[in-house]
């Protein structure tokens, strides 16, 4: 892989408060710079995932409808998404809880409340800890 395929850049965030997608989505794109799409809801993200085509998925665990870890079995049905990294974001950081989010799919786990200013650079961190195999393109 050349360093651009391994560079990321599309992020879908799902969350359902707007407060929260509104500093996330500043915190992502004007501190990080990245190409972000926001979704409101599990079904919004999947409606959108297609079109989109994140390399990363940021969802939060606590949603109504369908939460985090069930938006994620949803988008693992689709094959182009199988294996896309996806990130929990929750106030939920217990130990237990956390191994409970990673033993569903997720590549880590971000405690809530985030620091905007430091949100882009952690997940910069976890993307480069991926395997090369793991990173979408």
């Not at 094959?79 to 106030?91: L, Q, S, Y």
Request: proline share 7%; with cysteine; aromatic share 6%.
């Amino acid at each position: 892989m050349t360093e651009t395929e391994t560079t990321l850049e599309r992020i879908m965030l799902v969350e359902d408060e707007e407060d929260i997608r509104a500093v996330a989505e500043l915190a992502l794109e004007a501190v990080g710079g990245f190409t972000l799409t926001t979704c409101a809801s599990g079904q919004k993200a999947l409606e959108t995932l297609a079109d989109f085509k994140p390399q990363l998925i940021v969802l939060d665990v606590m949603m109504p409808g369908m939460d985090g870890p069930t938006t994620l079995k949803a988008i693992r049905e689709h094959p182009a998404f199988v294996d896309t990294p996806a990130i929990f974001m929750t106030a939920k950081v217990q130990p237990e809880e956390v191994n409970g989010y990673l033993s569903q799919g997720a590549v880590a786990v971000i405690p809530k409340p985030f620091d905007p200013m430091a949100l882009s650079d952690r997940i910069r961190d976890i993307w480069s800890n991926l395997e090369p195999e793991q990173r979408s393109t």
